[in-house]
C-alpha cells in the first residue's frame, strides 16, 4: 500500500484526535517488494548503518495484557555486555502508523550495541496490518487506528510492555529500572508525549497517562494534536528532558492531516520540560527517519540516519550517564546537515 493510494482514500476520512501519517513499513510480512524488512536490513548493512551483530542480541516477545484483551508484541535489542552486576538503561520505541516491531532496526541495534537495550513495540490497533485486507476498508480501519481509544492503548502498550520486560526471566534483571527513556517517530511521537506526561481536558476533568518510570524522552517528527486548540496546556505538564528530531522536508500531505516541519517546531516550543532540544535537519521527509533508504534522496537519507543515531546517543550519554557536553560534540559533528537547533540541555543539572 503506498502513499499515493492512501491519500486517494483519505481524501473522504473523518479528522481524529491524534495525527496519523503514512505507513513506516507497510509492507505484509514475507512481501517480496523493495521495502520487506530483510531487503531493508540489506540496504542498511551496505549503508554501514547496523553495528556488528556480536555487540548485541535480539529476541522477541508475545504477550497478551488480559485486562485489555490485547496483544502487545515486542523486539527487544539487548547489549551482549548486559548482565545483573551490570544492568543497562531501557529505551521503549513506539513506531508510526502502520509500523512494527521490526521497524526503525539501525536505532535499536545501535543503542544496544553501544549499551542501551532497545524495546521496539507493535501496537495491535495501528500496526502494519492495517495495510491488509479488503482495500475499500481501509479508511475505516485507518479511522479505528487513529481513535482516542487506540491512543490511549498505545500509551498502555508502553506501560504493559515496561512492566512485563522488567519481570521477564533472564531478561529484566539486566535492565536499570530506573534508567528508562520512551522514544517514538510520528504517531509513536505523539504516544511518547502522551507517557511523558501531556495533559487532556475533557467534560470529566484532566486526563494523563503518565509514565512515572520514565527518566526521558525522544520524540521524531511529533506531530500536533488535532482538534486540540492549545497545545501549551497539553504539552507544559512535561518535565522529563527531551530531545525533537524532524527535517525542514519532514511534512505529512494526507488530506484532513496536512502537518508541516513548524508543526513539529511548535511542539517542541510548547513542551514544558526546561533541559530539552530540538535538531531540525534540512529537506528529507517523513518518512526518511525509518528503516526505509529512498525518500529525500539516498545520500542525505543516509546522512541524517547516522545522525539520528549519533545525537539520540550523545541525549542518552547526557540524560542517563550524565556526560554533559557529549550532545553540543554531536551538533558540531553534524553542523552541515542541520538548519536549525536549539539545546539547553545542561539547564537544571
Known sequence: MNCRFLRKWLGMAFVPLLLVSCAADPVAPGSNTAWSP????????????LPASAAFES??????????????????YMPRSASPEKSVPLIVFSHGLGGSREGYSYLGANWAAQGYASLHLQHAGSDRRLWLGNPFDLVARLQGAASEAEAI??????RFAIDQILAAPEVG????ARHIVAAGHSYGANTV???????????????SYAERRLVGALV????????????GAILRPIGIPILHITATGDEIRLPGYLSSYQDRVKVFSATGSPRKALVVFRDGSHSMFTDRLAPGGHDLNVQVKAATRDLSLAFFAEVLDGQSG?????LARHKDLIAYRESNLDLGR
Open 38 to 49: 530483510a531487503r531493508q536490513q540489506i540496504a542498511l548493512t551496505e549503508a554501514n548503518l
Open 59 to 76: 529476541s522477541y516477545f508475545d504477550w497478551v495484557d488480559n485486562e485489555r484483551r490485547r496483544e502487545v508484541q515486542a523486539k527487544l
Open 153 to 158: 492503548d498505545r500509551v498502555r502498550d508502553l
Open 173 to 176: 534483571s539486566r535492565l536499570n
Open 193 to 207: 508525549l502522551l507517557a511523558s506526561g501531556a495533559v487532556f481536558e475533557r467534560p470529566q476533568g484532566q486526563l
Open 220 to 231: 521524531i517528527s511529533a506531530p500536533p494534536f488535532h482538534g486540540e486548540a492549545n497545545s
Open 326 to 330: 557529549i550532545f553540543e560534540q554531536g
